[in-house]
C-alpha cells in the first residue's frame, strides 16, 4: 500500500547488497585464472557486506520507529571498512 514506506526501503537495500556480494563471489570465482580480476571481483562483492549490517538494523528501525543515530555510526563503519578493503593492498 505504501510502496515508499521505510520498510519497503530497507528490504530493498538489504536485497541489493546481498546481490552485489552474490554476484562479486560468483564473478570472482569465475575469473580464479586472472589474478588481478578476481581480487577485483572480490574487492566488489564485499562491497555490499557492510552494507547487510547496515540494512538489518534499518528493518529494525523502520519496524519499531526507533532514532536513526545509530544507523549513521554504521554508515561511517562502513565506510572505513571500505576505504580499507578498496585502498590496502592486504587482500
Avoid at 11 to 37: H, I, K, P, Q
Wanted: proline share 2%; with cysteine.
Amino acid at each position: 500500500k505504501k510502496p515508499r514506506s521505510d520498510l519497503h526501503q530497507a528490504f530493498l537495500w538489504l536485497s541489493l547488497s546481498t546481490c552485489l556480494w552474490f554476484s562479486g563471489n560468483v564473478l570472482s570465482m569465475l575469473y580464479y585464472r586472472d589474478l588481478e580480476a578476481a581480487i577485483f571481483w572480490y574487492r566488489f562483492g564485499y562491497t555490499g557486506v557492510p552494507f547487510m549490517s547496515i540494512s538489518f538494523y534499518y528493518v529494525y528501525l523502520a519496524q519499531f520507529k526507533k532514532s536513526k543515530n545509530i544507523l549513521y555510526f554504521f554508515i561511517a563503519v562502513a565506510i572505513i571498512v571500505l576505504t580499507y578493503l578498496w585502498l590496502s593492498k592486504d587482500v
